[in-house]
């Protein structure tokens, strides 16, 4: 199977996207997925790497069809979400895909 990709969106703060990388590395370790890439992109980057084994964080909805697991979590990029919280959305994502192989 191939790697699960964890398409993270940058917002305008360096910042807010440290906070949510931390999320995904914590939730991952936590629910052990250990074969995931984690990459940073840009609003316009992430088409490139859509596909049915990649989820994109976003901060807010895409307006265009993907083929990715979309999980919008503002409050990742605020630091409002508590970390359980998180996990249990990126675990949902995750048994998507695999439910689709």
Same mark, same amino acid.
């Given at each position: 199977?191939?790697? $699960?990709?964890? *398409?993270?969106?940058?917002?305008?703060?360096?910042?807010?996207? $440290?906070?949510?990388?931390?999320?995904?590395?914590?939730?991952?370790?936590? $629910?052990? %997925?250990?074969?995931?890439?984690?990459?940073?992109?840009?609003?316009?980057?992430?088409?490139?790497?859509?596909?049915?084994?990649?989820? $994109?964080?976003?901060?807010?909805?895409?307006?265009?069809? %993907?083929?990715?697991?979309? *999980?919008?979590?503002?409050?990742?990029? *605020?630091?409002?979400?508590?970390?359980?919280?998180?996990?249990?959305? *990126?675990?949902?994502? %995750?048994?998507?895909?695999?439910?689709?192989?």
């Amino acid at each position: 199977m191939e790697f $699960i990709k964890i *398409l993270v969106l940058q917002s305008s703060c360096s910042g807010r996207n $440290i906070k949510v990388l931390n999320y995904i590395n914590s939730a991952l370790e936590q $629910i052990n %997925i250990k074969d995931a890439k984690v990459l940073n992109v840009d609003f316009n980057g992430f088409k490139y790497w859509d596909s049915k084994h990649t989820i $994109i964080v976003t901060p807010v909805p895409v307006a265009q069809k %993907i083929e990715s697991q979309s *999980l919008v979590c503002q409050g990742a990029y *605020l630091g409002l979400v508590s970390q359980d919280e998180f996990n249990k959305l *990126l675990k949902e994502c %995750i048994e998507k895909i695999y439910a689709n192989v």
